[in-house]
């Protein structure tokens, strides 16, 4: 059974960074392309960012670009959002996703991915 744990959410000021793991087990973590989206309370669940199973290419919600990064350690089969320069509009539950296909590309719909976490709350004070 494939299992996804979260950690590194928290309050921190505008301005401020946090970083965000997943750590991934129950499957082979290579063969995975990952994301993380994120939920604000009233809102739909929104993609963030993503990243192929090799690793090779990501993809960003224009919202985040230049500011987040997201990384993988398939070495660690865990995956690493990097946020920087964080905005109250960030505050949301962070959700960390598995995509199982085998795709070569990373995928940026709630659709598409077939594991979650049960998210990591980031609630960034003004």
């Known amino acids: 059974q494939v299992q996804l744990a979260e950690s590194g959410g928290g309050l921190v000021q505008a301005g401020g960074s946090l970083r965000l793991s997943c750590v991934v087990s129950?499957?082979?973590?290579?063969?995975?392309?990952m994301g993380w989206f994120r939920q604000a309370p009233g809102k739909e669940r929104e993609f963030v960012v993503a990243?192929?199973?090799?690793?090779?290419?990501?993809g960003y919600a224009d919202s985040v670009k230049g500011r987040f990064t997201i990384s993988r350690d398939n070495a660690k089969n865990t995956v690493y959002l990097q946020m920087n320069s964080l905005k109250p509009e960030d505050t949301a539950v962070y959700y960390c996703?598995?995509?199982?296909?085998?795709?070569?590309?990373?995928?940026?719909?709630?659709?598409?991915?077939?594991?979650w976490g049960q998210g990591t709350q980031v609630t960034v004070s003004s």
């Open positions: 129950g499957c082979t973590f290579s063969r995975c392309g």
């Open positions: 990243i192929s199973r090799s690793g090779g290419t990501t």
């Open positions: 996703a598995a995509d199982v296909s085998w795709s070569t590309y990373y995928h940026t719909s709630v659709s598409e991915y077939d594991y």
